[in-house]
């Protein structure tokens, strides 16, 4: 009886996590919702000094942090993250960095990121797309 309650209890856990992974859809729109986390896949980059990162193959996992302002981006291929960055919306679905200057801009909406944000002597860049 213990194995058929645990190969049950098992069944279970499965199905509510495949429910919820499928459940999340790639047209929410980051400007609209309480929270908000999406992964956007596409070219990303990131120099300081030596360092030196450049890949077509990239991905930035973007979260929406509780003060319903302010995102996080946490890169790939070894790339530091950017957190707590302050946004504007501009428009219906549209997400502007605050303080956006022709150094240092996002741009991120339902289906694309753009990143150019100078800080310190470095440099973040992503094109992607989800």
Same mark, same amino acid.
């Given at each position: 009886?213990?194995?058929?309650?645990?190969i049950?209890?098992?069944?279970?856990l499965m199905?509510f996590?495949?429910?919820?992974?499928?459940?999340?859809s790639d047209d929410d729109? %980051?400007?609209n919702?309480?929270?908000?986390a999406?992964?956007?896949?596409?070219?990303?980059?990131?120099?300081?000094?030596?360092?030196?990162?450049?890949?077509?193959?990239?991905?930035?996992f973007?979260?929406?942090i509780a003060s319903?302002?302010?995102?996080?981006?946490?890169?790939?291929?070894? @790339? %530091?993250?950017?957190n707590?960055i302050?946004f504007?919306?501009?428009?219906?679905?549209?997400?502007v960095?605050?303080g956006?200057t022709a150094?240092s801009?996002?741009r @991120?909406?339902?289906n694309e990121?753009?990143i150019l944000?100078?800080k310190?002597?470095k440099?973040?860049?992503?094109?992607c797309?989800?």
């Amino acid at each position: 009886m213990k194995k058929a309650i645990r190969i049950l209890g098992l069944f279970m856990l499965m199905f509510f996590a495949v429910t919820a992974i499928t459940s999340c859809s790639d047209d929410d729109d %980051p400007a609209n919702n309480d929270f908000f986390a999406g992964t956007y896949r596409g070219s990303v980059g990131y120099s300081d000094g030596d360092t030196n990162i450049d890949s077509n193959d990239g991905s930035v996992f973007v979260t929406k942090i509780a003060s319903g302002t302010k995102y996080n981006f946490a890169f790939s291929n070894g @790339i %530091p993250d950017l957190n707590g960055i302050e946004f504007d919306q501009q428009g219906d679905n549209t997400l502007v960095m605050v303080g956006s200057t022709a150094t240092s801009y996002i741009r @991120i909406d339902n289906n694309e990121l753009r990143i150019l944000y100078l800080k310190d002597g470095k440099s973040w860049r992503a094109n992607c797309t989800r």
